[in-house]
């Protein structure tokens, strides 16, 4: 069993930066597939970045590459979603998740396990 705590979100102005912690209980968060995701309004949850369990691999959306970056602190249970350059196209509730470790297709949302609350984000133009 993972918990999940988003934390970071807010509102910036159109090129501007925000940084989101996911913030996970349990001492087996290392094993995990990490991913952050994304929901507008009125609009189907979408895949934002992935990380493998460690670290070597990450994997992005084509919308935001480039533009965020993922990483993972095994040491202290966290997963990070650094956004520069943000778009209002950006603007939505951000939810951090955790899969199998050996998960290989790291935008399928049905694929993980456990979810955070979400943290929003807006970006005004």
């Known amino acids: 069993q993972v918990q999940l705590v988003e934390s970071g979100g807010g509102l910036v102005q159109a090129g501007g930066s925000l940084r989101l912690s996911c913030a996970a209980s349990?001492?087996?968060?290392?094993?995990?597939?990490m991913g952050w995701f994304r929901q507008a309004p009125g609009k189907e949850r979408e895949f934002v970045a992935g990380?493998?369990?460690?670290?070597?691999?990450?994997v992005y959306a084509d919308s935001v590459k480039g533009r965020f970056t993922i990483s993972r602190d095994n040491a202290n249970n966290t997963v990070y979603l650094q956004m520069n350059s943000l778009k209002p196209e950006d603007t939505a509730a951000y939810y951090c998740a955790a899969g199998p470790r050996f998960l290989s297709a790291y935008d399928d949302r049905g694929k993980y396990n456990y979810w955070g609350q979400g943290t929003q984000v807006t970006v005004s133009s």
């Open positions: 349990g001492r087996t968060f290392s094993s995990y597939t």
């Open positions: 990380i493998s369990w460690g670290g070597g691999r990450t």
